[in-house]
C-alpha cells in the first residue's frame, strides 16, 4: 500500500513539475512577443517623429536655395555656388539632426542615355571607374540602359530571368533600378553610385563648379584624373564665372572641349537633400529630390520637392 502511495506522490511530483516548466515556457514567450511588440511600436514611433523633424531639414535647403538665387537675381549676377552645402548636427527634442544638400548636376544623369549619343561620355565614366571594362562592355552596358530606358525589344532578356520581369520603357525615378539591367550587378552599381543620378529629364547638363574629379574627367577623352584635381582646386580658390574661364585654363592643359552645350557653371536646377535624424540607437534617412526654378522677369524663384523616400536614394 505504502508503495502504491509512494508512486502516485512521484507521478504527481513529475506531473507538476512538467506543468510548471510548461508554464514558465509560456510566460517566456508571451515576455518575448510582448518585449519585440514594444520594441516595433519605440521603432514606429521614432521613425514617425524622425519623419515630422527631418522636415524641417527640406525647409532648411529650400530657404537656402531660394535666398541664394534671388541674391543673385536681385544683383543681375551669375548664381555660383558652392556644393555640398552642410547643415551640422542639430539636437532637437530627444534627436539629433543633420543633412547634406548636394547639386545633382555635378553627376550623371542616367536618363540622358534616352539619347544614345550622350553614351560617349559614361562609357569614359565606365572605364576610370574600372579600368577593366573594355570598350565593347562599356558599349553593351550603355545599350542595355538605353533600351531599358526606351521602347526596344528589351524585355525578351528579362523576361527570361528568374523570377520574370519587363523593362521599364521609361524614365529612372531611382539609381537603384539600375540593379535591375543586364550587366549590372552589385560591385559595378556600388562604383557607379556616388557619380550617378536620376533626374526627370533626359539633359546632361554638367555644372564645372559642383563636379567631382571622376565626372569631369568624363568631359574629354585626353583629360586625367590628376587634372581633374587640379580642376578642382583651381575653382576651390575661385569658382569659373563663365564657360570661357574654363574651356581656357583646359587649353593650358592642352585639352579642347568643342562641345559645351551641355556645360554650365551655375543655375542648377535639381539637388538631392540628404537628411538623417537619430534617435536613441536608431537612424533615419530621408532623400529629398528637389528642383528650382526662377522666372528672372518676376524675380520669383519657387522649390519643388520631386520626390522623397526613407533609407534609400
Request: net charge positive; no cysteine; charged share 15%.
Amino acid at each position: 500500500m505504502y508503495k502504491h502511495q509512494a508512486k502516485h506522490r512521484g507521478s504527481a511530483l513529475i506531473t507538476a513539475l512538467m506543468i510548471t516548466a510548461v508554464v514558465a515556457a509560456l510566460a517566456t514567450l508571451i515576455f518575448l512577443r510582448q518585449a519585440i511588440s514594444i520594441r516595433e511600436l519605440t521603432l514606429i514611433t521614432n521613425a514617425d517623429r524622425a519623419t515630422q523633424y527631418l522636415e524641417g531639414s527640406t525647409l532648411w535647403a529650400k530657404n537656402l536655395l531660394r535666398e541664394d538665387t534671388k541674391k543673385a537675381l536681385t544683383n543681375n549676377k551669375p548664381l555660383i555656388e558652392t556644393f555640398p552645402k552642410i547643415l551640422k548636427p542639430i539636437p532637437y527634442k530627444g534627436a539629433t539632426i543633420s543633412a547634406v544638400l548636394i547639386d545633382q548636376q555635378g553627376l550623371f544623369n542616367i536618363n540622358s542615355l534616352t539619347i544614345i549619343k550622350n553614351g560617349a561620355s559614361f562609357i569614359r565614366l565606365l572605364q576610370n571607374i574600372d579600368p577593366k571594362i573594355n570598350i565593347d562592355t562599356a558599349q553593351q552596358l550603355v545599350s542595355n540602359i538605353h533600351n531599358w530606358l526606351t521602347a526596344s525589344n528589351a524585355d525578351d532578356i528579362y523576361t527570361k530571368k528568374q523570377p520574370p520581369y519587363l523593362a521599364a520603357h521609361q524614365l529612372m525615378t531611382s539609381i537603384s533600378e539600375l540593379r535591375l539591367i543586364a550587366g549590372f550587378n552589385a560591385n559595378l552599381y556600388q562604383k557607379l553610385f556616388p557619380y550617378i543620378t536620376a533626374l526627370p529629364t533626359s539633359d546632361n547638363k554638367i555644372n564645372i563648379n559642383s563636379a567631382p574629379a571622376i565626372i569631369l574627367t568624363t568631359l574629354a577623352d585626353n583629360l586625367t584624373l590628376s587634372e581633374a584635381q587640379a580642376i578642382i582646386a583651381t575653382r576651390h580658390e575661385k569658382p569659373f564665372q563663365q564657360l570661357s574661364d574654363f574651356t581656357n585654363y583646359l587649353k593650358t592643359l592642352n585639352i579642347n572641349i568643342t562641345k559645351t552645350s551641355n556645360l554650365t557653371m551655375s543655375d542648377s536646377n535639381y539637388f538631392l537633400l540628404h537628411s538623417q535624424a537619430k534617435i536613441a540607437n536608431q537612424t533615419i534617412n530621408q532623400y529629398t529630390l528637389l528642383q528650382r526654378t526662377a522666372d528672372k522677369t518676376k524675380n520669383k524663384v519657387t522649390i519643388s520637392v520631386l520626390a522623397q523616400t526613407l533609407n534609400t536614394p
